[in-house]
Every structure is written in C-alpha cells, then in structure tokens.
C-alpha cells in the first residue's frame, strides 16, 4: 500500500514558475518508478514526467521537455516537479502516482496508486 499526498499548486501567469510536491508513505519508497500525470477539463488524462526508482532514469512528454524537470529524494520520500516556462496549456490537475515497476511509463495503467491531485492554473 503506498499513499500519495501532492502539494505545491496554484496560480500563475504565463512565463512563470511552480514546484509540485508529492509526498508518499507506505511501501519502500526506493523500490518504485514514480510519475507525474494531468489533465484538463474535457481532456484525458495525461503523462508529464516520470523517473525511475533510483532516480537515475528521467522520462517526459514532448511537450514539457526543456521546461519542466522530475527529481526525486529518496530519503524523504518525496517526488518533485519543477515547472517553468508556464503556459496556459498547462492548466490541470495534477496527479502524482506510483508505478507498478521500478521504472516509470507513460502509460497510466501501469500505476496502482495516485494522489488526489493539486490545481494547476496559468493565467495568460
């Protein structure tokens, strides 16, 4: 059992800057990839970001990559993301979740735990 509490977001303008927390507790947090998904009102839920349990291996959508950067510490169990360069395209609700695996995919099937979500909103 993992548990998944996420943190950090808010309102920004465009050009601006957000860091999202995910803090979780339960199962050994070094021994599963974790990933980073939104979604948009009428939109499916989507893959952001992802990194490999030990933090070594980092994944994105093309669309955040170069603005936005996955981090991990593994000693606080916690999974972060940076966020610059904010757009109003990525206004959502945030999502931290933990892998099946020790690595992390794209695909949200692959994950067996969530977090209830943070609002993200860029003003334009």
């Known amino acids: 059992q993992v548990h998944l509490v996420e943190s950090g977001g808010g309102l920004v303008q465009a050009g601006g800057s957000l860091r999202l927390s995910c803090a979780a507790s339960g199962r050994t947090f070094s021994t599963y990839g974790m990933g980073w998904f939104r979604q948009a009102p009428g939109k499916e839920r989507e893959f952001v970001a992802g990194?490999?349990?030990?933090?070594?291996?980092?994944y994105y959508t093309d669309s955040v990559k170069g603005r936005f950067s996955i981090s991990r510490d593994n000693a606080k169990n916690t999974v972060l993301l940076q966020m610059n360069s904010l757009k109003p395209e990525d206004t959502a609700v945030y999502y931290c979740?933990?892998?099946?695996?020790?690595?992390?995919?794209?695909?949200?099937?692959?994950?067996?735990?969530w977090g209830q979500g943070t609002q993200v909103t860029v003003s334009s």
């Open positions: 979740a933990a892998s099946k695996y020790y690595y992390a995919t794209p695909k949200s099937i692959d994950y067996n735990y």
């Open positions: 990194i490999r349990s030990d933090g070594i291996r980092e």
